[in-house]
C-alpha cells in the first residue's frame, strides 16, 4: 500500500455463509473500555465478517491480521460513519503492519495503536514506535505477560493491557512489572463484580469485558457502495 492508498474492506468466509445477504455487510466489532466506576473511557475496535461468530482474528497468522487491521480501519474511519463518537478508538496491530505502512490512515489524536502480543521487537520496530509516537499515537501492549519483546517496548507504551486471567496464571509479577512510567494499566476479560473488586485494589485504571459491555456488532454502510474486496 502507498501512502495515497486508502484501506480496503477485507472479508473472510466461504460464499455459501454470506448467501443469506443481498449485499454482504461491512462490519466492525465494537467494545467499550471503562474506568473501575463505568465511566466510558473509549473502544477497541475488532474484525467482524458476515458468517463469522466471534473471528478471533488475533489467532490467525500475520497476513490475515494485517488485513483484518486495513479491514477495521477502512470501515471505522473511512465509510463516512462516526462509530467512536470523538472518544479514544484502540485498534490491533502487528509490528509487521507498523513497518510497512508507512500511513496508517486514521487520527493519532484518537486513534491508541495496540500492538498484539505475537509481536517480536527488534530495532526497527523499536525507530518505528518512537516514530509513530512522534506523530501523536499512543501505544498498547496487548496481552501482556512480560515477554522479552514486550518489555523491550515497554519503556514506550502508553497503556498495557493484561486479560485478568494471566494475573492468575503468572501471579500479580505480571502487573507490578507493567506498571509505572505513568503507564495505564488495562485488564482485560473482567467479567464479575468480585473480578473488578480484586482489580481495582490491585491498581488498574480501566476495566474491559463482560461485566460492563459485551462486545457489538455495527453494520456500516459502504461509503463506495462495495461491501468488500478480496
Same mark, same amino acid.
Request: hydrophobic share 40%; proline share 4%; charged share 25%.
Given at each position: 500500500?502507498?501512502?495515497?492508498?486508502?484501506?480496503?474492506?477485507?472479508?473472510?468466509?466461504?460464499p455459501?455463509?454470506?448467501?443469506?445477504?443481498?449485499?454482504?455487510?461491512?462490519?466492525?466489532?465494537?467494545?467499550?473500555?471503562y474506568?473501575?466506576?463505568?465511566?466510558?473511557?473509549?473502544?477497541?475496535?475488532? $474484525?467482524?465478517?458476515?458468517?463469522?461468530?466471534?473471528?478471533?482474528?488475533?489467532?490467525?497468522? /500475520?497476513?490475515?491480521?494485517?488485513?483484518a487491521?486495513?479491514?477495521?480501519?477502512?470501515?471505522?474511519f473511512?465509510?463516512?460513519?462516526?462509530?467512536?463518537?470523538?472518544?479514544?478508538?484502540?485498534?490491533?496491530?502487528?509490528g509487521?503492519?507498523?513497518?510497512?505502512?508507512?500511513?496508517?490512515?486514521?487520527?493519532?489524536?484518537?486513534?491508541?495503536?495496540?500492538?498484539?502480543?505475537?509481536?517480536?521487537?527488534?530495532?526497527?520496530?523499536?525507530?518505528?514506535?518512537?516514530?509513530?509516537?512522534?506523530?501523536?499515537?499512543?501505544?498498547?501492549?496487548?496481552?501482556?505477560? /512480560?515477554?522479552?519483546?514486550?518489555?523491550?517496548?515497554?519503556?514506550?507504551?502508553?497503556?498495557?493491557?493484561?486479560?485478568?486471567?494471566?494475573?492468575?496464571?503468572?501471579?500479580?509479577?505480571?502487573?507490578?512489572?507493567?506498571?509505572?512510567?505513568?503507564?495505564?494499566?488495562?485488564?482485560?476479560?473482567?467479567?464479575?463484580?468480585?473480578?473488578?473488586?480484586?482489580?481495582?485494589?490491585l491498581?488498574?485504571?480501566?476495566?474491559?469485558?463482560?461485566?460492563?459491555?459485551?462486545?457489538?456488532?455495527?453494520?456500516?454502510?459502504?461509503?463506495?457502495?462495495?461491501? $468488500?474486496?478480496?
Amino acid at each position: 500500500m502507498t501512502a495515497s492508498d486508502t484501506p480496503r474492506l477485507w472479508h473472510w468466509t466461504h460464499p455459501e455463509a454470506v448467501a443469506q445477504y443481498s449485499t454482504v455487510p461491512t462490519l466492525v466489532g465494537r467494545q467499550g473500555i471503562y474506568t473501575p466506576g463505568g465511566e466510558l473511557c473509549g473502544y477497541e475496535l475488532l $474484525f467482524r465478517a458476515a458468517g463469522l461468530k466471534g473471528a478471533c482474528a488475533d489467532l490467525w497468522e /500475520a497476513e490475515g491480521q494485517d488485513l483484518a487491521t486495513e479491514h477495521v480501519i477502512a470501515a471505522a474511519f473511512h465509510q463516512g460513519a462516526d462509530i467512536t463518537h470523538g472518544r479514544d478508538a484502540s485498534v490491533n496491530f502487528t509490528g509487521n503492519y507498523l513497518l510497512t505502512h508507512q500511513d496508517l490512515h486514521c487520527d493519532p489524536a484518537t486513534v491508541i495503536i495496540e500492538i498484539v502480543e505475537s509481536t517480536t521487537v527488534h530495532a526497527l520496530l523499536v525507530d518505528r514506535v518512537l516514530e509513530l509516537r512522534d506523530q501523536g499515537f499512543r501505544i498498547a501492549l496487548d496481552d501482556f505477560t /512480560a515477554t522479552e519483546s514486550q518489555c523491550e517496548l515497554l519503556p514506550h507504551a502508553d497503556f498495557v493491557k493484561i486479560d485478568q486471567r494471566d494475573i492468575a496464571r503468572h501471579g500479580p509479577e505480571i502487573v507490578e512489572r507493567a506498571r509505572g512510567n505513568g503507564r495505564r494499566l488495562v485488564a482485560e476479560c473482567v467479567e464479575t463484580p468480585s473480578e473488578l473488586r480484586a482489580l481495582t485494589a490491585l491498581g488498574f485504571d480501566q476495566i474491559q469485558g463482560h461485566l460492563f459491555e459485551r462486545a457489538e456488532v455495527l453494520s456500516i454502510p459502504s461509503r463506495d457502495g462495495r461491501a $468488500f474486496r478480496r
